[in-house]
T-cell receptor, first 114, second 110 residues
């Protein structure tokens, strides 16, 4: 079974801090994704990556950056955390051509910015 | 917005009843996927249906796709309390990434 592991289930940080969210997958998937999930808004794509050192902006990249130095690891960085970035963050991975393959999700990181 | 829309937003039924939820989308697609999310957890892939398919089954799940109406439905037969979750459709209508709907919250009571 594919396992996507997010480093923290819950995280509390302060406004202005630089925040790192880590995601690791164990199935050699090419594609990795970061979403945020907010009540009433569903899942919104922040960034995705189709290969090592490659990244593409999603729908809401402002205030975020990503890093993919190794195939199995995809990091989301909040450069200067703000309260409106309080949310549930979900990482996912998929094999091959992303759009006709299922995405496998981690259990999420619930991030609170105070 | 290109987001798909699930309908209804919330659904409450008794164990043993069938649950039907619908998804509408805006532009042409190659495939549509359904996911389940239990409270506080990540999404789990349920089923993928391609644009040239009209119906697909997996256990107690039945998915239909009507590309002329740009809509899909997910039917869960003989619901169980363990089916309580949120259900999302996702489409490739953006061309570069999946677009997820806002979900239907299903509550199955015993």
């Amino acid at each position: 079974d594919v396992k996507v592991t997010q480093s923290s289930r819950y995280l509390v940080k302060r406004t202005g801090e630089k925040v790192f969210l880590e995601c690791v997958q164990d199935m050699d998937h090419e594609n990795m994704f970061w979403y945020r999930q907010d009540p009433g808004l569903g899942l919104r794509l922040i960034y995705f990556s189709y290969d090592v050192k490659m990244k593409e902006k999603g729908d809401i990249p402002e205030g975020y950056s990503v890093s993919r130095e190794k195939k199995e690891r995809f990091s989301l960085i909040l450069e200067s955390a703000s309260t409106n970035q309080t949310s549930m963050y979900l990482c996912a991975s998929s094999y091959g051509l992303a759009l006709n393959q299922p995405q496998h999700f981690g259990d999420g990181t619930r991030l609170s910015i105070l | 917005s290109q987001q798909g829309e699930e309908d209804p937003q919330a659904l409450s039924i008794q164990e043993g009843e069938n649950a039907t939820m619908n998804c509408s989308y805006k532009t042409s697609i190659n495939n549509l996927q359904w996911y389940r999310q239990n409270s506080g957890r990540g999404l789990v892939h349920l089923i993928l249906i391609r644009s040239n398919e009209r119906e697909k089954h997996s256990g107690r799940l039945r998915v239909t796709l009507d590309t002329s109406k740009k809509s899909s439905s997910l039917l869960i037969t003989a619901s169980r309390a363990a089916d309580t979750a949120s259900y999302f459709c996702a489409t490739d209508q953006a061309g570069t990434a999946l677009i997820f709907g806002k979900g239907t919250t299903l509550s199955v009571s015993s």
